[in-house]
């Protein structure tokens, strides 16, 4: 990222822009909530918000935040839904409702819009990101049990679950949902997790102030 672009994303944004480091100054204060969690501390409750969209997928807690509550689920790569083996391209979930809604904030600032262009610019970032999606389809294959693995392949399925990246999206180039992107950081490390952090200020779960 080269500084041009870290330096777009500071400050001097819109009304109701980016959610900055700035806004730890009440610039822009925290959403309403934001100091808590989505989750149980055990996480149940953002296990059954996943499973009431997707009754048939099978997670388990990642990564816990510094409260303790559950803010990625991992999710098994495929789910069979009214009676049909499909794959599960999410490999890993943002539970934690504080960070999801300082990323919707993002995405409603033009975020997204931002990062693509960074990448359009940015070889290096471009390389990075490459590789990220290519180490995320290999890890949610190697996931699969193998039992599983072979009901994709008779089925013709083994190449949309092997090939398609962060999330299934098939443009490396395009970036689908910063959620997503923000999940695997956490869980891996990423390197648009790493340019989110270098441009905004994306504040964990009992951070921010009320």
């Avoid at 777009?8 to 806004?23: E, L, R, V």
């Avoid at 069979?80 to 943002?94: C, D, E, K, M, N």
């Amino acid at each position: 990222m080269t500084s041009r672009l870290a330096a777009a994303s500071q400050p001097n944004t819109p009304a109701g822009g980016f959610y900055g480091c700035h806004a730890r100054r009440s610039k822009w204060p925290a959403p309403p909530g934001a100091a808590l969690c989505y989750a149980a501390p055990e996480g149940r409750a953002a296990e059954e918000a996943v499973r009431a969209k997707h009754p048939d997928l099978e997670t388990t807690i990642e990564r816990r935040c510094p409260d303790g509550h559950a803010q990625v689920l991992r999710c098994y790569p495929l789910r069979r839904a009214y009676g049909r083996v499909q794959p599960f391209p999410t490999l890993f979930w943002l539970a934690c409702e504080h960070l999801d809604r300082q990323l919707a904030r993002l995405e409603r600032g033009g975020a997204i819009a931002l990062l693509e262009r960074a990448l359009a610019a940015d070889e290096s970032l471009r390389a990075a990101v490459l590789a990220d999606h290519r180490a995320y389809s290999e890890e949610r294959w190697r996931a699969l049990r193998e039992e599983d693995r072979r009901v994709l392949e008779e089925r013709a399925l083994a190449g949309q679950a092997r090939t398609r990246g962060i999330g299934g999206i098939r443009d490396f180039s395009t970036v689908k949902c910063l959620h997503l992107h923000y999940a695997h950081h956490l869980a891996r490390g990423s390197a648009i997790g790493r340019w989110l952090e270098s441009a905004f200020c994306i504040i964990p779960c009992g951070e921010a102030g009320p």
